[in-house]
């Protein structure tokens, strides 16, 4: 179980790190699969073409594994709430780094879109984002390879995500596409920044509104992660007759009420 100290990290800070929250070999044998899947030979850096593939979710057993890790499911109700996230049977999105003198063209500050509007639901880019963060309770990152800090780390701004529900509240319930929030991202460059480092198996709990990026890999070894979401059941609920709040609500209400 999380510690009271990383629940508290969470709420200030906008992420937490689950140290080996599923096994090594998980992780070996999920980036076996990967690799069949880029194309590219693991032996023969000439075949590295692209700075970044992308690969979809899948739900072989390896990724099943990983989803489904204990550690995650208890850290889940503890940061989301019991019965208050969909489950997950795979994970995904893999967006894999190699080692490039070519930009990723990918690599801007943003959060994560959680649901589609009105207009085309097709178009990602045009997905929104509201101040209840409905459709997703947690951005997550699964480390399937070792990442240092050469290796492409996820950059994150640390206590951004405390920044966000203020600007996210004017939008209400119909939110605002992820695009239409540049400036509110560069605001937040003052911010000390983060990077996701860490081993295979390690996982890193975000807020869904921490603002992020990705960077060049400049290492030599290929970086494997895989960044989806955990899906809320229901919008977050920031007014309770209880008082009683999960740590992700009482991060976006402490983002409302303070000035920051």
Excluded at 198 to 218: E, K, N, S
């Amino acid at each position: 179980m999380l510690t009271d100290t990383q629940v508290d990290a969470f709420i200030t800070d906008g992420f937490v790190k689950v140290d080996q929250a599923f096994p090594r070999e998980v992780a070996d044998a999920g980036r076996a699969f990967l690799w069949r899947e880029t194309g590219c030979d693991p032996d023969d850096p000439a075949t590295w073409t692209q700075p970044v593939i992308r690969l979809n979710g899948y739900g072989d057993e390896p990724f099943r594994q990983a989803a489904t890790a204990p550690a995650l499911l208890e850290a889940f109700d503890q940061l989301v709430g019991p019965d208050r996230w969909v489950p997950r049977k795979g994970i995904g999105t893999f967006p894999i780094r190699f080692p490039s003198s070519q930009a990723p063209g990918d690599d801007g500050w943003h959060i994560d879109a959680s649901f589609p509007g009105d207009d085309d639901p097709t178009d990602y880019f045009r997905w929104r984002i509201n101040v209840r963060s409905k459709g997703r309770a947690l951005l997550m990152l699964f480390l399937f390879s070792d990442i240092t800090a050469a290796d492409a780390p996820t950059r994150i701004r640390v206590g951004s995500h405390l920044r966000l529900p203020k600007v996210l509240s004017p939008y209400g319930e119909s939110g605002v596409p992820m695009p239409d929030l540049l400036d509110a991202y560069a605001a937040t460059a003052d911010l000390p920044q983060a990077e996701a480092t860490g081993r295979a198996g390690d996982v890193y709990l975000c807020h869904p509104f921490l603002v992020h990026a990705a960077q060049p890999h400049r290492g030599r070894t290929p970086r494997f992660l895989a960044q989806p979401p955990l899906e809320l059941r229901e919008p977050c609920v920031l007014e309770r007759s209880d008082g009683v709040y999960s740590p992700l609500e009482q991060s976006i209400r402490l983002g409302l009420t303070e000035a920051r």
